[in-house]
């Protein structure tokens, strides 16, 4: 490279011994100024990494002083020679050497930013995402940003092999029930009328299989306006896929096998086969459709053990009555919790949202011996009993609980991730994939008791289940299927309807009017009557899979410009109030 046309020759990250006495340029960040009377350093970096440069005030002293004078972040660029290093660094790639600079100049300068442009900064969230340029400028993010681009890179690779085509949907749509709430976008030209931005574009996509594209997928926006539940975006990336002529198993196959792709493009990591549990199974021993399965402490039912049922304790000879369920957790090594802890664990499950009154422990001490907090109405026969149907062991805390099924398998299920979480029973290293198949096609809406659909009305019924759609449409289970890896949701996606009738009859279950059916999927349900192919695909959160694949605990940490926790963009300061004569052309009013 002819140094004199270029800002750089090199980048601050690649600079070794096999350097020494190259003649380079190199352009960076100041990270730190060290003066040491004679001798000041300074480290310069970039996204590659960091370089040192060495200035010498006997040798130049107009240019150390230059060097001294530099600020943090001042963007410079130094010409020099890379010569050893006295003082080796080997934390670092380009430790062995430095840069002893004969020419400095200042590109820009800086005012200080608000907090240290470290991996462990001093800036708090709010400050980071307000200068969210100074935070990408931390290893840390502009390294998951770039993991980021390669999952993506790895994704698009697969589908390419096998046929898929990327193709572009719009982004001002009409609504796509994925059972969240509408962006909307008014429209200028047709005052009063709304454009929904997709919540996926689910429906597009089946229309392109309609349309023979064969097979698709996109990595595209999606936009759901929920309350900030959890770790979620406003504005979040799928990988959106479909294919046609395909079963779910074809289905399955082919993102396993992607799956597995990504994990040994990104983290070198030879996947075993990916198990997969039954919606049922996973509420049952897991009280959750997205269970970890990094460590095991399944949920054990003991109400047909004669230690419960013949027992004169009155929550256990209520249960039958109360149609409640007697089920245990083992913790397992727990049996020395203190008082303390323990009642912390008992306040847990009653916190409103699990809703249990208490929990029964029974504690299998290490001398053997078997204590109750109910030893009143528990025998030494009884508590064997106990101890052997749930394969407790001394040390082990079993915790039990009687309400509701649904109560206890979520409590329960809630209980096992924070004892999990509690007494690091979380292997860092290890990964945990599953399918969930089988889901329920609809389930009841708590508040109104009207029958829903669990995942979108677009999918198809469990071929063994069509029998039921009339009589018992709660009994029915979809072929629907997510992929849960280490205890979130990461995919999600099913086999679709593609039959007119079947899908207007869905939507009547769902209590769409016939009015209504035609205004929202009119063009969906006419578009199956020219030959619609069966079909199916899938959604990938891809924020949610960059964050597992780079450690990250948010999603926010993957994203380059992400929202906060009230859905604010701090650094642009949106939504923001718009100017009257906007509003006024969009026909609109602020109540
Ligand atoms: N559109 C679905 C979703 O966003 C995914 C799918 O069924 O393909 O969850």
Sequence with gaps: MNASTHYRTHNCGELTEKDIDKEVIICGWVAKVRDFGGLTFVDIRDRYGITQLAFNIETNEALCLKARGLGREYVVQAKGKVIERSNKNKNIATGDIEIEVNDLQILNESITPPFTIENDTDGGEELRM????????????????????????????????????????????????????????????????????????????QLLMVAGMDRYYQVVKCYRDEDFRGD?????????????????????????????????????????????????????????????????????????????????????????????????????????????QTDELVDYVKMPNRG?????????????????????????????????????????????????????????????LELAKKQNWIDKDKWSLLWIVDFPLFELDEETGAIIFVHHPFCNIHPDDVAYFDSDPLKCRAQQYDLVINGAECLSGSIRIHNKELQDKVFQKLGFSEAEKDERFGFMVNAFQYGAPPHGGCAFGVDRWVALLTGADVIRDVIAFPKNNSGRDLMMDAPSVVDPKQLKELGINIQ
Excluded: W
């Design 130 to 205: 307000k200068y969210r340029y100074l935070d990408i400028r931390r290893p840390i993010l502009n390294e998951r940003l770039v993991t980021r681009a390669k999952v993506i890179k790895a994704m698009r690779a697969y589908l390419d092999e096998r046929n898929f085509t990327e193709i572009e949907t719009p982004v001002l749509i009409k609504s796509t029930p994925e059972g969240a709430r509408d962006f909307l976008v008014p429209s200028r030209m047709q005052p009063g009328n709304f454009y929904a931005l997709p919540q996926s574009p689910q429906i597009l996509k």
């Design 232 to 340: 979620r975006q406003p504005e979040f990336t799928q990988l959106d896929c479909e294919m046609s002529f395909v079963n779910q198993e074809d289905v399955l196959q082919t993102f396993e096998g992607l799956t597995k792709y990504v994990f040994k493009e990104i983290k070198n990591i030879d996947l075993p086969d990916i198990i997969r549990l039954p919606y049922a199974d996973a509420i049952k021993y897991y009280g959750s459709d997205k269970p970890d399965l990094r460590f095991d402490c399944k949920i054990i039912d003991i109400d047909a053990l004669d230690a419960i049922k013949n027992n004169t304790f009155p929550l256990f000879q209520n249960a039958s009555s109360a149609k409640h369920i007697v089920a245990a957790i083992v913790a397992k090594g727990c049996v020395a919790m203190s008082r303390k």
């Design 356 to 416: 249990l009154s208490g929990l029964i422990q029974v504690k299998v001490n290490e001398d053997g011996t078997i204590k109750s907090t109910i030893d009143k109405f528990m025998n030494e026969v009884q508590l064997q009993e106990i101890v052997q149907a749930v394969q407790a062991e001394k040390g082990d805390l079993i915790l039990i609980a009687v309400e509701k099924e649904s109560k206890v398998r979520k409590a329960l299920g809630d209980l096992r």
